[in-house]
T-cell receptor, first 111, second 120 residues
């Protein structure tokens, strides 16, 4: 079983749709969580950190469920520019905060 | 926010050439930097962790003599692909965390722009 698992998709949605991605992690001692987006042939860029209380940044909402060991990302009112691969990243508490990346979920927003 | 710069962004060279890629943290000091490789439509693969003033830590299966890492200062790490061959063609990306913003292990990684290496 992978340490961080994501549904690879692809998710194909129309503009304006709401889409949700889930990510599960296996190490219960994980302590920090992030969502990145990666555009084709580009480097990953930090989208948002994920906090225990849940957090929102415009159309994006991230949530963490420590008991079930999953993280979610909700995108409301999808835009064409949201098309990208979304990576879930988990930092461990030990091992100098080793980061483990999910394989990514690909989103395509269509007109 | 934390900025990581990577250079060059694109390299095309002949088989057998050695290629050096630089990774710089521009507005923070990074005692540790990370080097990744990504093939088309595949996930990021961690190659090695670069440690300032000491040897890099390589992931299993990554040849340390093939991929030389030097982290001589708190803002610069270099990856040299020695005697590159076509199978080394890939997207190489470095990253670092800004430990000045809080507990280091809680910080996100910030990535350089990546280097697209093509070996003919």
């Amino acid at each position: 079983r992978k340490e961080v698992e994501q549904d690879p998709g692809p998710f194909n949605v129309p503009e304006g749709a709401t889409v949700a991605f889930n990510c599960t992690y296996s190490n219960s001692a994980s302590q920090s969580f992030f969502w990145y987006r990666q555009d084709c042939r580009k480097e990953p860029k930090l989208l948002m950190s994920v906090y225990s209380s849940g957090n929102e940044d415009g159309r994006f909402t991230a949530q963490l469920n420590r008991a079930s060991q999953y993280i979610s990302l909700l995108i409301r009112d999808s835009k064409l520019s949201d098309s990208a691969t979304y990576l879930c990243v988990v930092n461990e508490a030990a091992d100098a905060g080793k980061s483990t990346f999910g394989d990514g979920t690909t989103l395509t927003v269509k007109p | 926010g934390a900025v990581v710069s990577q250079h060059p962004s694109r390299v095309i060279c002949k088989s057998g050439t050695s290629v050096k890629i630089e990774c710089r943290s521009l507005d923070f000091q990074a005692t540790t930097m990370f080097w990744y490789r990504q093939f088309p439509k595949q996930s990021l693969m961690l190659m090695a962790t670069s440690n300032e003033g000491s040897k890099a830590t390589y992931e299993q299966g990554v040849e340390k003599d093939k991929f030389l890492i030097n982290h001589a200062s708190l803002t610069l790490s270099t990856l040299t692909v020695t005697s590159a061959h076509p199978e080394d063609s890939s997207f190489y990306i470095c990253s670092a965390r800004d430990g000045d913003r809080g507990v280091y292990s809680n910080q996100p990684q910030h990535f350089g722009d990546g280097t697209r290496l093509s070996i003919l």
